[in-house]
């Protein structure tokens, strides 16, 4: 599956964005999607993840509550909602794929559970 991720940009702290990711290739429905991001000289981490149905989300601690992740099965696009934004959600994010019912909850939040990735799309958040 071909994922092209967009919607970046400068935004103020406070401000709010969204993301989004089209999917392209494959079956959309048959996968679970999740965001992840990069900060400047840091490891890529977890952001959150949704089921192939859309019925299940799950977010790291640090956006719970300010991220929303959604998606359009019938547009094969994945969305992440950011409000409430602030400088430490600054960093270049990237949409992944994941086969259906493959990762385990625990897994789930892990880069190697991912086969497919986006380019990252960044965003910068000022403060």
């Known amino acids: 599956v071909q994922l092209q991720a967009s919607g970046g940009g400068l935004v103020q702290a406070g401000g709010s964005l969204r993301l989004s990711c089209a999917a392209s290739?494959?079956?959309?429905?048959?996968?679970?999607m999740a965001w992840f991001r990069q900060a400047p000289g840091k490891e890529r981490d977890f952001v959150g993840r949704?089921?192939?149905?859309?019925?299940?989300?799950r977010y790291a601690d640090s956006v719970k509550g300010r991220f929303i992740i959604s998606r359009d099965n019938a547009k094969t696009t994945v969305y992440l909602q950011m409000n409430s934004l602030n400088a430490e959600d600054t960093g270049v994010y990237y949409c992944?794929?994941?086969?259906?019912?493959?990762?385990?909850?625990?897994?789930?939040?892990?880069?190697?559970?991912?086969?497919?990735w986006g380019q990252g799309t960044l965003v910068t958040v000022s403060s």
């Open positions: 992944a794929a994941d086969q259906a019912g493959r990762t385990t909850m625990v897994a789930s939040s892990s880069l190697s559970s991912y086969a497919y």
């Open positions: 949704i089921s192939h149905t859309g019925g299940v989300t």
């Open positions: 290739g494959r079956t959309f429905s048959n996968y679970a």
